[in-house]
């Protein structure tokens, strides 16, 4: 199972950005699915998750300003970030809980990190 991430760069303080994360490989199915992200010498920290059902849970500093959304047909999440500070910028990571095959094993995965930078 892979995890592609795109959708990162640099934008203006009040800009916008849209991250995308597409899931291939031997999936069965996809339970939760999210987005973290790691600022130069901090740890890494939750952004925003979805469940396979659609519940999402979001960090309270990114509240109101970013969305998660998922597309289950084609195993991608994304992330609507509105409103970014330069206190956004960091490598972000999305994950998926991926389910491999009828017995249920479940992993974890992670991408590759897309960098997003807010800055004037």
């Known amino acids: 199972v892979q995890l592609q991430a795109s959708g990162g760069g640099l934008v203006q303080p009040g800009g916008s950005l849209r991250l995308s994360c597409a899931a291939s490989g031997s999936i069965f199915r996809i339970n939760a699915m999210g987005w973290y992200r790691q600022a130069p010498g901090k740890q890494r920290e939750l952004v925003a998750s979805?469940?396979?059902?659609?519940?999402?849970n979001y960090a309270d500093s990114v509240k109101g300003r970013f969305t998660i959304s998922r597309d289950n047909a084609k195993n991608t999440v994304y992330l609507q970030m509105n409103s970014l500070k330069p206190e956004d910028t960091a490598v972000y990571y999305c994950k998926a809980d991926v389910v491999v095959d009828m017995w249920a094993r479940q992993y974890a995965y992670w991408g590759q990190g897309t960098l997003v930078t807010v800055s004037s």
């Open positions: 979805i469940t396979s059902g659609g519940s999402t």
